[in-house]
């Protein structure tokens, strides 16, 4: 079984809908993350988590929104999609912060979201 | 501005020979450097970090240096092969303290030729 289970893995909705993206982990780390990752602008931040308490927006998070419901789950919404909002979306975890920085991020196989 | 920047976005190179990615960042201190494996319809998987202090990092046939005068980081790949084939990504911790999320560069797409 994969470490970070991202689901749906594809999702074709219409714009204005709400959607949900959910990511679990079993890896047992305290981060969490949510990526977009768009063909040329590469993988872009929308929000992360460092532990269930902890929620703090990335570069891109207008229009999104998240819940961390446990440490194993760390949940994206789109609360009115919007055709733009296509794209590949990643979720990713690690672990606290090391001795001496940041440690490897884990990803998971990604949700490939259309919107029409 | 704050910027990391991998020098293309494809590269070709046939088999056997060594394939060089570079990433270069500016306006960044980075304490540490990670590079990722990216396969199509799958998630970035990490191979390699190499921390400040560390001006070469080896794991098999790859080989990762971080010069931090230059603001660079290089990726070979020796002996390529076509399971080489992929895009890679390198990211860098914004403020070298761990509590900033990871930054990446757009990636470079390897096409190894058989």
């Known amino acids: 079984d994969a470490d970070v289970t991202q689901t749906p893995r594809n999702r074709i909705t219409k714009t204005g809908k709400r959607i949900m993206l959910e990511c679990s982990q079993t890896k047992g780390h305290d981060r969490m993350y949510w990526y977009r990752q768009d063909p040329g602008l590469g993988l872009r931040l929308i929000y992360y988590?460092?532990?269930?308490?902890?929620?703090n927006k990335g570069e891109i998070s207008d229009g999104y929104s998240v819940s961390r419901q446990a440490q194993a789950k760390f949940s994206l919404s789109l609360e009115s999609a919007i055709p733009n909002q296509t794209a590949l979306y990643f979720c990713?975890?690690?672990?606290?912060?090391?001795?001496?920085?940041?440690?490897?991020?884990?990803f998971g196989d990604g949700t490939r979201l259309s919107i029409l | 501005s704050q910027k990391i920047e991998q020098n293309s976005e494809a590269l070709n190179i046939q088999e056997g020979k060594t394939a060089t990615l570079t990433c270069n960042y500016t306006?960044?201190?980075?304490?540490?450097l990670q590079w990722y494996r990216q396969d199509p319809g799958r998630g970035p998987v990490f191979l390699l970090l190499i921390r400040e202090n560390e001006k070469e990092k080896r794991k098999e046939r790859l080989k990762v240096t971080f010069d931090t005068t230059l603001k660079q980081s290089l990726f070979h790949i020796t002996a390529s092969q076509p399971a080489d084939s992929a895009t890679y990504l390198c990211a860098l911790d914004r403020q070298g303290a761990g509590n900033t999320p990871l930054v990446f560069g757009k990636g470079t797409r390897l096409s190894v030729i058989a």
């Open positions: 988590s460092f532990d269930v308490k902890d929620i």
């Open positions: 306006n960044y201190s980075p304490a540490y």
């Open positions: 990713a975890t690690g672990p606290g912060q090391g001795a001496r920085g940041n440690q490897p991020q884990h």
